[in-house]
């Protein structure tokens, strides 16, 4: 998920009851709920290196128990430099177990988008991904801001009128933000076995389907994108299922295997194309020949370009529409010169240097 939604998330968990029992606890809690994603710093070595290790150790089981480790010395750190006591004494081993309470929650959610997480890296660096929230899922987001910005409204209403300060406020309403968390999850992840039966009952596919994937849209869970895969090519479709209506279109949604060239059989051999098949869960890798990009370099002469593309996220997630004339996110770009020697590697507009 984005980084707002594992702020809020981390708030919410401390606000609900946490934060009864020590000092620092929504604090250590809302920093802890975003640490994993401190990993965003590799991207100095590059886009390859960023893309390499994003959702990696920081974002694994092994890992949760440290990094709570070290938002508990940040925090200790705070509690040091500050002049004003808490309210109630801290208690650092309390502190500890909720922050990685707090991390482990980074890790939920990651796992509910189709990104995925790989939980038990670097022992088994498979990657698990539930295929049922957007990253950007604006009820839940509502839901966890409505709950921190409520009890502070009526804090303003009660000031006004001379009412008694509460101690601990909003445990209801961080509460019920995580209830609601639950229930967006338990009605998508239904809805998700629902789009794919109803696609495989549709019968598409000419050819029948090796395997079937739906990936989600924001704020509805009854619109899905369901990819299915044959022998010989990739069919997509807009799934409705509370119409159980299936929308596809014979040519502008099936997508041909590309063959393998001599160019994408180097390029899958370099370092991004290691690490992009490595996660990549429906690749689409062409041999573009000539066809660079406007937005890259030229290619040497000789050279071909290679693009690598994952089908799960070549939809428009505001509309029940592709766009093949434009690159998906995510893409990589791999330049093979005439010995197929790697002349250049891409993500995004960024080049990987060596």
């Known amino acids: 998920m984005e980084p707002v939604t594992h702020f809020l998330t981390g708030a919410c968990l401390g606000r609900s009851g946490f934060n009864r029992k020590t000092a620092y606890a929504t604090l250590a809690m809302t920093l802890a709920a975003e640490a994993p994603d401190l990993d965003v710093f590799w991207g100095f070595r590059g886009p390859v290196a960023a893309f390499e290790h994003h959702r990696g150790i920081t974002h694994s089981f092994l890992a949760a128990p440290v990094i709570a480790l070290v938002t508990t010395a940040f925090v200790w ?24 309470i707090a991390d482990l929650s980074h890790l ?3 796992y509910t988008n189709n990104y995925g997480i790989r939980p038990f890296y670097p022992f088994d660096a498979h990657w698990y991904a539930w295929n049922i929230v957007f990253i950007i899922e604006p009820v ?7 709950a921190l910005i409520m009890p502070w409204l009526l804090g303003l209403a ?17 509460i019920s933000a995580l209830i609601c ?8 992840n239904a809805e998700h076995a629902h789009a794919i039966a109803v696609f495989r009952s549709a019968d598409v596919t000419r050819e029948a389907a090796i395997r079937v994937e739906a990936e989600p849209y924001p704020i509805n869970p009854f619109l899905w994108r369901v990819m299915a895969e044959t022998s010989d090519y990739y069919q997509t479709a807009t799934v409705r299922t509370l ?3 299936v929308q596809t279109d014979g040519l502008e949604d099936i997508v041909d295997k590309p063959p393998v ?7 899958k051999r370099s370092w991004l194309g290691r690490v992009y098949l490595d996660w990549s869960k429906w690749p689409l890798v062409v041999d573009r020949g000539t066809q660079a990009p ?22 428009s997630p505001v509309s029940a529409s592709s766009h093949p004339e434009q690159q998906p996110p995510l893409s990589g770009w791999v330049y093979v010169g005439a010995q197929r020697e790697i002349e250049g590697m891409f993500m995004g507009k960024k080049e990987q240097k060596p």
């Open 77 to 100: 750190l705070v509690h040091k430099l500050s002049s004003k006591p808490p309210v109630i004494p801290p208690r650092w081993g309390l502190i500890w177990l909720f922050a990685m």
């Open 108 to 110: 939920l959610l990651d």
């Open 140 to 146: 839940i987001l509502l839901a966890l801001l409505g």
């Open 158 to 174: 009660d000031s006004e009128i001379g009412a008694r300060r509460k101690l601990f406020r909003g445990r209801g309403w961080a």
């Open 181 to 188: 968390m639950v229930l967006v999850w338990a009605v998508r």
């Open 243 to 245: 119409s159980d209506q």
């Open 261 to 267: 060239t001599l160019a994408t059989f180097a390029a």
């Open 294 to 315: 406007n937005d890259l370099p030229s290619l040497p002469p000789g050279a071909s370009a290679v693009s690598f593309e994952d089908l799960r996220f070549a939809y």
